[in-house]
């Protein structure tokens, strides 16, 4: 079956870095995706990895190794604005989208 | 980036009338939308996958016949909760893909309290 793993919840301290694991098992793969998403708004596109590696993008960064069935965020700098939940998809052979359930991440100043 | 608007933001209702929530994608044309809901504190749903000319598939457990869905343009799907119940109380949310990179772009969600 399909599947995305990813912790429930993360605290971290306003300034320090966060790393979000995820790690995957689809029928088929055509990226990895990472969304933001703060309570009672719409989620929020912040990467996309169908390639094996890091991207970098301002002080969020995500990786993917499509071998290992892995991918995790990193936030660097972290914000107070920073607190939300961040979701992880796969996208299957069917170029349909397959969400975890999400990783509450709380900023403690 | 693309973006996609849905209409009511959000709507009150009696239980057993029924409410239409409107999906468009405002400058790119999207032959598939896709249609979430989600519980608090929990993660997105799919409901179903609207499809622009013929029928919209649904998911398991979903009935189709209690959630409307109808692509009737390239641009515009609708989501019509027949009628609803307190149990249908949620945030729907749709979301269309973009062909060039497969990202998807979503609406801003539709917040349903049936009383």
């Known amino acids: 079956g399909q599947n995305i793993d990813q912790p429930t919840e993360m605290t971290a301290t306003e300034g320090a870095i966060v790393q979000i694991n995820c790690t995957y098992q689809t029928s088929g793969f055509n990226g990895l995706f990472w969304y933001q998403q703060h309570a009672g708004e719409a989620p929020t596109f912040l990467s996309y990895n169908v390639l094996d590696g890091l991207e970098e993008k301002g002080r969020f960064s995500s990786f993917l190794s499509r071998s290992k069935g892995y991918s995790y965020l990193l936030l660097k700098e972290l914000q107070m604005k920073d607190s939300a939940s961040y979701l992880c998809a796969a996208m299957d052979s069917n170029y349909q989208l397959i969400w975890g359930a999400g990783t509450k991440l709380i900023i403690k100043p | 980036g693309a973006v996609v608007s849905q209409h009511p933001s959000w709507v009150i209702c009696k239980s057993g009338t029924s409410v239409k929530i409107e999906c468009r994608s405002l400058?790119?044309?999207?032959?598939?939308m896709f249609w979430y809901r989600q519980f608090p504190k929990q993660s997105l749903m799919l409901m179903a996958t609207?499809?622009?000319?013929?029928?919209?598939?649904?998911e398991q457990g979903v009935e189709k016949d209690k959630f409307l869905i109808n692509h009737a343009s390239l641009t515009l799907s609708t989501l019509t909760v027949t009628s609803a119940h307190p149990e249908d109380s949620s945030f729907y949310i749709c979301?269309?893909?973009?062909?060039?990179?497969?990202?998807?772009?979503f609406g801003p969600g539709t917040r349903l309290t049936v009383l």
């Open positions: 979301s269309a893909p973009l062909r060039e990179n497969n990202e998807q772009f």
């Open positions: 609207s499809n622009e000319g013929s029928k919209a598939t649904y």
């Open positions: 400058d790119f044309q999207a032959t598939t």
